[in-house]
Structure formats: structure tokens, C-alpha cells
């Protein structure tokens, strides 16, 4: 609906060396450890699954077929099954963040963390924005846990760098709600508040997490991480950022 392009960084001091750095880790992880998505046996070892998370045991399945619908058609798809995970079952929470399903996934994460990432990693210093990547991240990672705890639904996996790039968006949201943002909207180029361009694409999620029913995407992680991210911008922020930040709501004086 809504795809930025650009933002306006003539302000920014940090050079965004932790953004960059996650960008580079995210595309290792996906081209060489997951061998551009092939390599089963590593994913599904190193992903996140509620069931794993909410016993603290390790699940192991056998390859499987199953059946998913998809704008009113059924598919058979090949779930590959979950493999022994060589690490305590908690840490899938921060391995499961690094790792992606396709090239596309993997794309649209990096891009939108490339685009508002480096002006909340200038807000915060780059050593509270990592510790803010990772905390949101986890974060997003067990609301799907507590959304997922009983039935099938606990042994789906999940992973993607989404729930802690919600997190960077809410962050977003909170310190620069006025920073123009140049967005493709409906074919065209326009400059809209970061609380438009960012906003939209919350509503959209908490939209879609509602009406969806095929399960293919963490719309529950999605809202977990914004919110968390729109709690802890201002905590984590250095004074001058929180000092400086927009206000989300600009009320002018009528004057008779």
C-alpha cells in the first residue's frame, strides 16, 4: 500500500554502522548458512517454534505434506519438519531473527531496516539501538509464542528480522512523527509524515493479523514488536533525542 524510499537524514551525526552491520549479518545468514533458502536442516534447526519455547524441550517431526488455502484455493505444500536443535531450545528466539524464508523476505526486512534504522540508531548511540534490535525482537518473538501455545499452531515455526524492524518502526513513530518520508503511493511518489507512511503500514498489519487465516506471516509478532518499540524509544533514547523528538500531535493557537 504504502513503499518508502527515502527519508530525510540531513540531521543525523552517527554514521549507522549497526544498521549496516545487521543488514550484512541478515544477508550472510540467508545466502550462506541457509544456502539461499535450501538449506533445510540448518533453518529448521536454528528457528523459532512456540512449543520448544513454552516446554524448554527440543520437538523433532518427520517431514510432511499439508494442505493451504489461499484466496479460496487449497495447495499442498512440503513442510520440510523440524530438526535437533544443537543450542538451548531459548536462544531460536535470538537465532530465529536472523534468518529468513525467501528473497523476498529477506529484501523487503533489510530495505525498510535500511530506510528508518539509521535515524533511530542516531538517536539512541549504536550500542543501546543493538540492545534495542535485540530486545524488540525477542519480544516480538514470544508474543507469536503466547499467540501460538496450544494444538498445531505451537509447532509453527517462525523467523525473520520483521518483529525487531516492527520494533525500529514504532521507535520511528514515537521520535520522528513529522520527518518526511517519500513513499510510492498508489503508483505515484509523494512526501508524507513518518506517522502517515509508518502508521498505514501498522494499521496494515493489525488488520491483515485479523483476517488472516492462512498463518504464512507473524502479523501477532508484527504488533508486538511496533508496540514495544513505541514503549521503550524514549527509555532508550539519549537525552537530546528525547528532548528534540517530534511531537506526534502539532496543536496551534487560533488567533481571532
Known amino acids: 500500500m504504502v513503499f518508502p524510499i527515502a527519508d530525510d537524514n540531513s540531521d543525523r551525526t552517527l554514521s549507522p554502522v549497526v544498521t549496516v552491520t545487521l543488514i550484512v549479518l541478515n544477508i550472510f545468514v540467508f545466502a550462506v548458512l541457509q544456502g539461499m533458502g535450501s538449506n533445510d536442516a540448518f533453518t529448521m534447526a536454528f528457528v523459532q517454534v512456540p512449543a520448544e ?7 523433532v517431526t518427520e517431514p510432511s505434506l499439508q494442505r493451504v488455502e489461499v484466496q479460496g484455493q487449497v495447495y499442498e505444500v512440503r513442510a520440510p519438519g523440524l530438526r535437533p536443535t544443537p543450542i538451548p531450545v531459548w536462544l531460536t528466539l535470538l537465532t530465529a531473527i536472523f534468518m529468513h524464508g525467501s ?60 518483529g525487531a ?26 512526501d508524507v509524515p513518518g506517522y502517515v507512511a509508518v502508521g498505514i503500514w501498522f494499521l496494515f498489519q493489525v488488520i491483515s493479523g485479523l483476517f488472516d487465516t492462512s498463518g504464512g506471516v507473524a502479523y501477532s509478532a508484527h504488533v508486538g514488536g511496533f508496540v514495544a518499540g ?20 502539532m496543536v496551534r493557537r487560533r488567533i481571532p
Open 53 to 59: 519455547i513454552l516446554s524448554g524441550k527440543d520437538v
Open 103 to 162: 528473497v523476498m523476505h529477506l529484501a523487503g526486512n533489510m530495505w525498510f531496516l535500511w530506510i528508518f534504522g539509521d535515524n533511530v540508531e542516531d538517536d539512541m548511540g549504536h550500542a543501546r539501538y543493538l540492545a534495542f534490535y535485540l530486545a524488540t525482537g525477542v519480544i516480538a518473538s514470544l508474543v507469536f509464542v503466547f499467540a501460538n501455545m496450544s494444538g498445531d499452531a505451537s509447532l509453527t515455526p517462525s523467523l525473520g528480522a520483521s
Open 165 to 190: 524492524i516492527s520494533g525500529v518502526l514504532g521507535a520511528y513513530l514515537v521520535l520522528h512523527p513529522q520527518r518526511r518520508v517519500s513513499v510510492i503511493f498508489v503508483r505515484v511518489m509523494v
Open 230 to 249: 513505541m514503549i521503550l524509544a524514549k527509555p532508550m533514547s539519549s537525552t537530546l533525542a528525547r528532548e528534540s523528538a517530534d511531537p506526534l500531535l
